[in-house]
Nanobody, 127 residues
């Protein structure tokens, strides 16, 4: 079971940018499909983005397409979420998640599809 630790959250003004990182340990990182989810106060956790083990396939929620970019560095066991043009509605705790899979086009976007989770990092966007 891979362990995940997120970092990079913080307070930013609307229109600004942040880059989240998720460092993995305890597993073969390149064998994992990685995802980012978020949970705002009073709301259910929702899918944000995901990336295949090779980085060759990426998936995004409609709400973040064109503003967020997911990427990974398998040599550094790290997945990133570059967030730009941030909006107050992006305010949430952001979670990194992993699913053991080397299927290139898995396209899993439900939280039940992922077996490992980080502790989360808070992102707050002020208006």
């Amino acid at each position: 079971q891979v362990q995940l630790v997120e970092s990079g959250g913080g307070l930013v003004q609307a229109g600004g940018s942040l880059r989240l990182s998720c460092a993995a340990s305890g597993g073969t990182f390149s064998s994992y499909y990685m995802g980012w989810f978020r949970q705002a106060p009073g709301k259910e956790r929702e899918f944000v983005a995901a990336i295949s083990w090779s980085g060759g396939n990426t998936y995004y929620a409609d709400s973040v397409k064109g503003r967020f970019t997911i990427s990974r560095d398998n040599a550094k066991n790290t997945v990133y979420l570059q967030m730009s043009s941030l909006k107050p509605e992006d305010t949430a705790v952001y979670y990194c998640a992993a699913r053991y899979s080397r299927i290139e086009r898995i396209a899993a976007t439900e939280d039940r599809d992922f077996g490992s989770w980080g502790q989360g990092t808070q992102v707050t966007v002020s208006s």
